[in-house]
Structures are given as C-alpha cells and as structure tokens.
C-alpha cells in the first residue's frame, strides 16, 4: 500500500539531507529503538536463565555438572508431595511473613498518621525514618546479632531494665522467628509509612469536614472515613511488603542460616541450600520455581489492583 | 449556637494535647529505629576490654583500634573499590538502558514491558543463579567483575526505569511540543528537553539504584569470589572466623553503612517517591 505523505504547503525543502532523513527514520521507529536494548537484556538475562531453569527442574545434575539424567516431574512431585524439609520451609514462611506484614501494617499506619501534619522538620524526620530501609542488610544484620547476644547483648540488658526476662532471640528455636519478624518489621515499617502517608496526603478534605461538622469522633472518622478512603494504598503496601518479605534472604541467611535447626528455614534459605550447598541443581531449580510460582501468584494479584490507567 | 461558640477554644486545647502526643509517640519512635545505627557507632569506638562487658558500657573514651585492624588484617580498600566499581557500572549502564526505555514506555504507553520490568522486581534473588552459575561456570566469568555488574543490572535496571516513568510523566507535554514544533526530532525533544528537565529525577533514581547494587548481598555471594568481593561480603566474613570479634564487626558495618545514610540524606528529597517505586506517585 502507497503512503501518501501530505507535506504542509510551507515545506520548502523537497529532498532532505541525509542526517535528517537518519533522524526521521529514528522517530518514526522510536517506540521500538528506545526500549531495543532493555528488551534484549531482560530477554537474555531473564528468558535463557528461565528456559534453563524449567530444563534443568526435569534432571537430575551430578555434583560436576557434566552428567544428567531426565527425570521428568519427578523433582516436582519431590517438592510438593514427599519433601518434609520443603513443607517446613513453606510454614516457617508464612508464620514469618504473616507476622511481619500484620505487623508493619499497624506500626506503619501509627506513623503514617502521626506524620501525616505539618510542622517543622517534617522532611528530615521523615528521612531519618527511611534509613532502616535503605541501610545494608549485611550491616545491619550483624548488629542486630550483636544486640541479640543471649548473654551480654544490649538487647536483653533493656529486657532487664523493664523488669522482663531475658530472651534467646535468634538463639531460641521458638523465639527466632518473632526475632527475626522484629527485624523484618524495623526495615518494613518505613516502606508502608511512606505509602500510607502518601495516600492520605491525597484523600479528599470534604467527608473529613462534614464528618466533624456531624460530630463524629476522631475514631469514628478514623474507622468510617479514613480507612475505607485509604483501601487502596493499604493494599499496595501489603501486597508489596509480602512480596519483598517472602523475598527476604540476607537477614536470614546471615542471622541465622536458617537455624536453630530447621526453625527459620524459608523458603528462600531452603532454595538456596538445595541449590548451593547441596549442589543439586536439578532439584533445586524445581524447588526455585516453585517458589517462584507463589510470588508471582502474589504478584498478580497486586497488578489487578494497580491503577494506572496502562497497566 | 453555644456549641458552636465554645468550639473554637476547645478545639484548640485538644490540638494541643494531641501534638503534645503526638510529638512523645513520634521521638520514642526514632529512638527504637535509630538505636540500632547508634549502637553500631558507638560499638566500633569502643575498646576491647569494655565491648564484652555486661551491663553494657555507654560511656568510654573512643577507640580506633578496631578501625586501623579492619583495614590491616584485610584489603579493605580493594572491597571497597570492587563495591564501588560494580555499583557505578550497573547503575551506569541501566541508565544509558533504563531512561529511554523508561520515556518509551510513557510516551508511547507500552505497558507490558512496565509490567515485565515489574516482574524482575518482585522475583527472588536466586531465581536466575542457578543457570547463570552454570553458564558463568563454562564461560569462566565466575568471580570476574563484568559477571557480577552484569547480574546487578538485573536488580538495577527495573528500579532506575520504574522510578524514571514517574518522573516523565511530570515533564509537561507542552515544552516537548515546542520543541517538536521548533523543528525538533522526537528524538532531539528526548535528549535535549525530556532529559535535562529531568536532572533531578535521573539523580535519584542513579543514587537509589546505586545504594541498591552496594547493598548487595546474593549475587557476589553466589557467584563472586576473593577477586569480587564486595563491602556487604566482607562483613559477612568477619563472621565466619569462628570466635566474632565484634568490635571489628562494628567498624566493618559502620564502614558499608555510612556511605548509604549520607547518600540517602543527600537525596531526602526524592527518597520518598523513589522508595515507594511506582506504587505510589510521590
């Protein structure tokens, strides 16, 4: 099919340079040039790395890489029907990001509507509370150890001051995971206080005025008002939290390695050891995608509460 | 009308009471999420014979000690040139990646390649090692630094373009209109008003993607070695000598820790909307 390319009476030049027909040529491609070379790396680091993945989950890998054997859904009837240790590992995982996510949605809510005011300061202090999040995990992990020392750690000698007794923290079996959802609650908090806060930065100011014109009391407008309105934000910051807790791995993993025993051993912690302690690889690329396989389940489900209008 | 008319005092005496409150629940709550950078602090000054000592000393004349040991018993300085090399390259090339793919993606709303961007985000660390450990295995780039920047562009890349889309879609369509009616390509309006205009923006989003490659932990972790090894990893191998000697363990964390607050506090400004990614615009 012929273009009709209808020029505007104005145009004088009828044979453009060479440089200008390049140019014109890269704008009418644009939509395609521009995002070319993150298409070609998303593509090569994320598709060879996921195809290789689903092959190696239907092998078994020897400990030099040189030998398979094909073994079909094997490994994946291993993981999801015989493996104890990968049972485990789903229930330490939902304990932790259950407590966690609950957690951080009432600390952040209290900060969020604490700091939802102006006053001086405001941006610093806001700041200043956004450092757990940003803060290394390594660092931060090893001081949270330090503090957690049973014996002299700061920690138990607070303990001691409030008149309670002293605690095992990442040392007790029962008491590791609520110490580890202390840590995971102190980086989290910050994440849905900023969205929270932001969210009620942008509710509407009339039901708030004819609330108190009514004489509705502040939890009555809290409870009413307040909480229906900010739905959406509050369900960005769970579904993100969950998603980045059931991700967490440096905590852990340095912490604790999953111990004592078996009892903070994720489902990360657990892919990992398959995978790079063990060395079985086949197994453990069927235990990563299913892993996987839960967290994009999870993410799914925040795409269908996004709004942007695209998306 | 009565009701009306003592309002006003009332009101402002309970406002009162409630920023009195308010301001209490607010210190106590930056006392519980600071102390922890405080007792790291303060740890990596204190002197041996006081650091294992129970109750807990909080007074003392600060030590270096264990500061001139972290960078004596280890090449220190070559972690910190690994972190710093691996973080400066990732962050460099998903922006030379991320920003036109970014402007694409508003400009010309493709939002399944947001949403695939997404994707990488929400996945675990470890889903891709295995496969690249083999490959990095046979190729040889185990422990080498373009294996490792290669693996942080992964986490890098959807992080600058996310934190980016937010940011072009502040650039009013207006000034790139002018400029494409000046005779400007669409290209040029990209480079030379979309981009400039965005100045503050791309800062954020490269020293937030950049704390996020130094913080790093899996990825050398997996496939790093002794000639990649970087601050976070450095850290964790003071832990595995056996008997933790913990006020080396301070210094290192107060090392790998104090870059990230003072670049966080750099961009104060933008770390709020950065953070939040796209979940919110903010």
Redesign the interface.
Known sequence: MQTVSARPGGVEKLTPGLAERVVSLLDRRLAVILPLPAIVVMLVLMGYPFVNTLLLSIQQVDLTLTRSVFVGTDNFRKVLFEDERFRNSVFVTVYFSMASVTLELVFGMAMALVLNREFRGLGLIRTLFLLPLVATPTATSVTWMIMMEPSIGVLNYLLEILGLPPSLWIAGPTTVIPSLVMVNVWHGVPFVMLILLAGLRSLPKEPFESALIDGASKVQVFVHITLPLLRPSIVVALLFRTIDTLKVFDAIWIMTRGGPGRASETLHVYSYLTAFEFYDLGYGSAVILAFMGIILAISLVWMKVRQRSWI | MKRLLHEPMSRTTARRIENVV?GL??TL??IA??F??F??FI?SFKPNLLI?????AWAFSPTLEHYVQVFRQNPFLVYMSNSLIIALSSVGVSL???L??A???V?????P????????R??????????????Y?RLGLLDTHPGII??H??TV?PLI?WVMLGFFEDVPGELEDAALIDGC????A?TRVVIPLSVPGITAAAILSY?AS??N??FVL?LGGPKTMT???A??G??AYGQVD?GA??A???I??VP??IL??AV??Y??GG??M?????
Request: proline fraction near 6%; charged fraction near 5%; hydrophobic fraction near 60%.
């Open positions: 308010s629940i607010l709550a930056l999420f600071l922890l950078f007792w790291m740890s294992t000592r129970y109750p807990p030379a990646i991320g036109p793919a402007y694409s993606i400009k010309y709303k493709q939002g390649l947001a949403l695939a961007l997404l994707v990488i929400m996945l675990p660390g470890i889903s891709f090692m295995i496969p690249l450990f083999i490959l295995k290669v693996t562009v992964l890349l373009t390509s669409q290209l040029g990209f704390i130094w913080n932990f899996i997996i601050l976070p990893l850290v964790y003071f832990l913990w363990l301070s290192a964390a107060t790998v820790t990230v607050l966080a506090l104060q400004r770390l709020a953070l939040t796209g979940a919110v615009k903010g």
